[in-house]
């Protein structure tokens, strides 16, 4: 997979990238307060392909002047039916405000039903509260059951083959 939005590159993770995107995710986690988690929460980071790819999942990158700027990611879950669930999602602060965001949401959504997937599972936490607003204005509804130590808050939304309206 490998597409433009304005001047980004969206494309599949390739395994050079490893420690850049990790990097990506450890500055945004950092500057949140959280921390990063190398051999807990993080390791997925570290080991894309027997996580995402080997798991029936996708690891994407997104590009800007030759420079690795965000990551988002989703694999199969147990938690439901016919479940995934984004991971991953981080933009770094300069390239935040200009849509690109919910752009990687909407085409992270449109990717997982095309593989017939019905549920989406996505937990985070409070203190980003932009990822909050941008998934509670996406249909995700609020749920328990949060697994990560570091997120307080976990949403579900529910696929069916006429909702995908972009």
């Known amino acids: 997979m490998q597409y433009y939005y304005q001047d980004f590159l969206i494309r599949d993770w390739e395994e050079r990238e490893r420690t850049q995107a990790a990097e990506v995710i450890r500055s945004v986690l950092s500057e949140y307060g959280l921390g990063w988690e190398p051999d807990g ?73 095309n593989r017939g997937f019905e549920q989406i599972w996505i937990e985070t936490a409070s203190v980003l509260k932009a990822a909050v607003k941008l998934y509670e204005s996406h249909g995700y509804i609020p749920t328990t059951g949060v697994e990560t130590q570091r997120c307080d808050r976990i949403y579900v939304k529910y696929l069916f083959s006429n909702d995908l309206n972009f």
């Open 41 to 113: 929460a993080d390791k997925d980071v570290l080991q894309v392909e027997e996580f995402y790819l080997a798991a029936g999942g996708e690891f994407w990158v997104i590009e800007h002047q030759n420079q690795i700027v965000g990551t988002g990611a989703y694999y199969p879950i147990h938690r439901g039916e016919k479940a995934v669930e984004i991971r991953k999602m981080y933009l770094l602060p300069t390239v935040r405000g200009l849509g690109l965001g919910k752009h990687l949401l909407q085409q992270l959504e449109i990717a997982i039903a």
